[in-house]
């Protein structure tokens, strides 16, 4: 798929375009954002057709939504919520959140450790989806886009409580997979 750089049309245009039902400027849109946004979900999804599977709903969403666009904000964000917002409805479809005790919380946030800053970040894809959804769905929604756990809790249906002890959780499982990942790594020569 192509840079952004290489395009001749200009957002407007795409927008345009796309909300007389052009189907040329569909295309360009689709290839201007797809692979952006494919990252999006690939972080949201537990394998790549899961990730795939939530891109075209994604896709079909903007384009049924793009009239509403108001130009405040960059497009570019307009089309990156719909996709979040994609991801958490298809996360909600199946409820996988699993509470865990105050004291196993406690003992997360003490052992969690930053190597993740030295991971590549297609390594950091892969060990985050090794994540349960539940865990997955609130560490992308906390950790990735900003979310609070109020916020979180509001979107996915569930308590600030659950939220909390899923991004504990996910974090504790994922300072494990990595030491594991290390681990690996160190033996290959």
């Not at 939504?65 to 479809?93: L, Q």
């Not at 970040?121 to 865990?135: C, H, R, T």
Request: charged content about 30%.
């Amino acid at each position: 798929m192509s840079d952004v750089r290489n395009h001749i049309y200009s957002d407007s245009d795409l927008i345009e375009g796309c909300i007389k039902g052009d189907r040329k400027m569909q295309r360009e849109l689709y290839q201007r954002f797809a692979p952006k946004m494919y990252g999006v979900c690939l972080r949201y999804a537990g394998n790549a057709e899961e990730a795939e599977d939530i891109l075209q709903e994604g896709f079909i969403k903007v384009f049924n939504k793009i009239g509403s666009f108001r130009s405040e904000g960059s497009f570019e964000g307009w089309i990156r919520r719909i996709f979040v917002n994609t991801a958490i409805e298809h996360f909600r479809k199946k409820i996988y959140l699993q509470p865990i005790t105050d004291y196993e919380e406690d003992t997360v946030e003490g052992k969690y450790l930053t190597v993740l800053d030295s991971l590549a970040e297609k390594d950091i894809i892969q060990l985050v989806q090794q994540l349960s959804p539940g865990y997955r769905t609130v560490f992308n929604m906390y950790v990735v886009e900003g979310y609070t756990h109020k916020q979180i809790a509001e979107a996915l249906g569930i308590s600030e409580g659950t939220s909390k002890s899923q991004l504990s959780r996910a974090k504790l499982i994922l300072q494990d997979l990595v030491q594991q990942f290390i681990e690996r790594r160190k033996k290959v020569p």
